[in-house]
């Protein structure tokens, strides 16, 4: 799209400033190529459907243990503190930046996420006061569930996230 707009912009420029002027139009289309660009190379680095699908279900393949520690080191790569918890309705506890998050992943293969593993969490959360909370589910994820997060300082980790988040988990279980 942004490539259109960028030759839209010059091919008007060309018509309108006739002469001289004309080929400073690529100045003002310029902006848009490079987004456009950037655009494109995040696409053609982003994971296919297949690869997404296929990534799933090495990650519904992974025993708990596996899981986990994957989880623990994606977020760990992304620079936090990861600490493991032992209580009803949250598995991890974040630190990053004086922000503490808490994460529920123990009902990751469920084929499909209600409300109530939300509200237990969110209920940790509250009394734990935290920041914020992450609920991981390489499953479906209601509508029901996904309105009472967006409500909420609740972020969801499922679907192509999910996949990507944990790319290594493909060899894991293949291994």
Known sequence: MSFAVAAGIYALAQVLFAGAVAPYGIYAALPFLVIGC??????????????????LEAIRALSWDEFSAALEAAFRRDGYTVSRLNIAGADLELAKSGRVSLVACKRWKVARTGIEPLRELEAVREAREAHESWYVAAGEITDTARAFAAGRNLRLLDGAELAQRLPAAKRRAAA
């Open 38 to 55: 950037v655009a494109g190379w995040k696409q053609l680095r982003a994971p296919s459907a297949e690869q997404i699908a296929a990534n």
